[in-house]
Structures are given as structure tokens and as C-alpha cells.
């Protein structure tokens, strides 16, 4: 089975900056989006950046000019640079990765999340 599993959250001070992974393992055939989303408390979790099959991004306004998404396909990993945070950025980070798993049908799969606290 696939899995996915993000990593490289933490506590950090306005203004400095994270690198989140997701990694899928498993039987992968492709993987054909990435995406990541966060949920803030209190609120519902809203898109943040998605990368595709061929390198396209997308941001939620919010944090274009300051987090910068990317893929590594002999991983299987994407990445989420995050530069000067903001209080407002501090949520759970959950990787969400449309893909095709070995000899099986187009599927998506949650990681389970990783926390990210922007301290003033």
C-alpha cells in the first residue's frame, strides 16, 4: 500500500523559515499531483501549493513570494520551502498526493501531518 508521510515541522520565530517533505513509499506507478493544505485551529483546512506531473505550481495567495513548492520524482517526494513565516502560517501541514499506484486504478492518499508553529 502506499503511504505518505511529511516531515520538517517545528517551532520557529517570525520571519525564519522551514522546509517541509512528504515522502510516498510503496508500489508507486506515478504519482501525478502533490499538494499541500493546512488546517489552522478553529478553521477549515484551505490549500496552500500544488505541484504536478510536469513541474506546474500553484499557491493560495497567502503565501505566494514566500513558500516555494517542488518534487523530487526519484523520490517520490515533494517539498514545501517556507520563507518569512508568519504567526498567521502556523496550522498542521498535510501532504495530499494524487497518484497511481502499481498495477491499480488513479488514487489519492493523506499524510498524516506535520505541525508548524510561527512564534511573534
Known amino acids: 500500500q502506499v503511504q505518505l508521510v511529511e516531515s520538517g515541522g517545528g517551532l520557529v520565530q517570525a520571519g525564519g523559515s522551514l522546509r517541509l517533505s512528504c515522502a510516498a513509499s510503496g508500489r508507486i506507478f506515478s504519482i501525478n499531483q502533490m499538494t499541500w493544505f493546512r488546517q489552522a485551529p478553529g478553521k477549515q483546512r484551505e490549500l496552500v501549493a500544488i505541484v504536478t506531473s510536469t513541474d506546474r505550481t500553484n499557491y493560495a495567495d497567502s503565501v505566494k513570494g514566500r513558500f516555494a513548492v517542488s518534487r523530487d520524482n526519484a523520490k517520490n517526494t515533494t517539498y514545501l520551502q517556507m520563507n518569512s513565516l508568519k504567526p498567521e502560517d502556523t496550522a498542521v501541514y498535510y501532504c495530499?498526493?494524487?497518484?497511481?499506484?502499481?498495477?491499480?486504478?488513479?488514487?489519492?492518499?493523506w499524510g498524516p501531518g506535520t505541525q508548524v508553529t510561527v512564534s511573534s
Open positions: 495530499y498526493a494524487v497518484l497511481t499506484p502499481l498495477g491499480s486504478r488513479l488514487s489519492a492518499d
